[in-house]
């Protein structure tokens, strides 16, 4: 009797784990916006 939620959850983790860690660091990267703060988008 796992609940739904619990089993998404650790079905997320399973992912993220198998995910490489560096595709993962990227898109974080790109998201948070790694290089906003040198690169305005009204620079670029």
């Known amino acids: 009797g796992v609940p ?3 089993e ?3 079905a997320t ?3 993220r ?3 490489p860690p560096r595709p ?3 898109r ?3 998201r948070r916006g790694w ?3 040198r690169r305005p988008r009204a620079g670029v």
């Open 4 to 6: 739904a939620r619990e």
């Open 35 to 37: 290089g906003n703060h």
């Open 24 to 26: 993962a660091r990227a």
């Open 13 to 15: 983790r399973v992912l």
């Open 8 to 10: 998404a959850a650790h």
């Open 28 to 30: 974080r990267g790109a």
């Open 17 to 19: 784990d198998s995910h």
